[in-house]
């Protein structure tokens, strides 16, 4: 059995670490794997041996020419009626109809490469066909379906291509077209598939549970000594608040070293803000690295606690996961999937928008509460094995979708 991936970058640059831990997985369950990147920017990852990479254009932003367009006029019509069937109102489709109008273009353009290049190769029997997310990819792959009715895929969703607050104007485009041709959704989260049902209870049955995971690197090392050592990684844009962290650390009495993983707008400004804490706080600033140099951190340096204060997630986020299999205790705020692995033996859930004043409050009764036992960072590592083991998730999902 062959799969089909379907990604936004992978396995080019940073993005999309999450499927280092799904992908030798995958490729142990399948002959073979070609990987589909909508576009190459950065340098490629290492793969496994049965696994290759397709990049299909040159140009990702290649539009259909307009005859050929004509040419598929039904399939413009549907297009059109889904963007008008699901925009939230009219000033939304109105301010938004010139960018869309080219992405009709564009997505039509990579839907007619697929089809022409790609599925002469395909038969349901022998291959499966995986969307990573459920966006750009699923409506091409729904053009394609228009086209070659044989065609069957399932996607994952997330966080942005779950809800529609984290998308100008709260608006997923073509949303009933993909939602139309697509076979099922693995949501990420719990939450992201009561959203999902909420959202289209019609379709409830094709929103199913599958959670990511971690891959298992053993317990981290562990010195009570001073200073308090707290880690964080997430880009550094609004909606992670990685500012608001820097406010939090200022307000600590004790003395603490932070390390962060990941760049990203808001770099000059964190880094402004970090001039300004007291010498007591020490910090480093790791910018954008590869996921093996963070997996290498928590297996080689001391890690007290790990900080996630986003307040727009998507599912159970895969940097709390990987710090957890480590055993180290978290401290994060209540956002998208974040509570299922927020339980009491795995650190301390705060309210979605938790003020700088929480959080520095936390961190200042660290090391007198329980969190800074050797006993509570076992039941940390335990809660994940038990819940987000990348061997056990990921092998559960390929039974389901090979079943």
Known sequence: MELWLFTTRFPFGFREAFLENELPILCERFE??????????????????????????DDRFATMSFGMMLQRFPLVIRLLRSLWSDA????????????????????????RVVEEEVMPA???????????????????LGM?????????????????????????????????FQLQHVGQVYCASRSAQEHLRAVH???????????LGTSDHGAGPHDPSDPLKVVSCSFLIPRKRVLMLVEALSMVERPVHWTHFGGGEEEDAVRAAVARCPQHISVDLRGMVLNKKIIAHYKSKPVDVFVHL????????????????????????????????MRPGTGVLLPRMATA?????????????????????????????ENFNAQVTFHRFVDRILA
């Open 144 to 176: 394609v379906r228009t086209r070659v009715p044989r065609l069957r895929f399932f996607s994952r969703a997330h966080g942005y291509d779950v809800y529609e607050e984290q998308n100008r104007d709260r608006w997923i485009p073509f949303r009933r």
């Open 32 to 57: 073979r794997v070609v990987i589909f990147p909508e576009n190459r920017d950065g340098a490629p990852r290492e793969l496994p041996s049965n696994c290759e990479v397709r990049v299909l254009m």
């Open 88 to 111: 939230p109102s009219y000033k939304a489709f109105r301010m938004q109809w010139p960018t869309l109008r080219s992405r009709i273009a564009q997505l039509m353009q990579r839907a």
């Open 357 to 385: 004043r929480e959080v520095a409050e936390q961190l200042n009764g660290f090391k007198d509460g329980p969190m800074y036992t050797v006993e509570f960072r076992e039941g940390v590592r335990r809660t994940w094995n």
């Open 310 to 341: 986003s307040h727009l997630e998507g599912g159970v986020a895969i940097a709390i996961q990987e710090a957890a299999s480590f055993g180290i205790p978290v401290i994060a705020t209540d956002s998208g999937g974040v509570r299922e692995i």
């Open 122 to 140: 395909y038969d349901p029997a022998t291959v499966k066909v995986y969307a990573y997310w459920t966006h750009d990819w699923v409506t091409v």
């Open 201 to 211: 209870p019609a379709l409830a049955s094709k929103f199913e549970l599958a959670m």
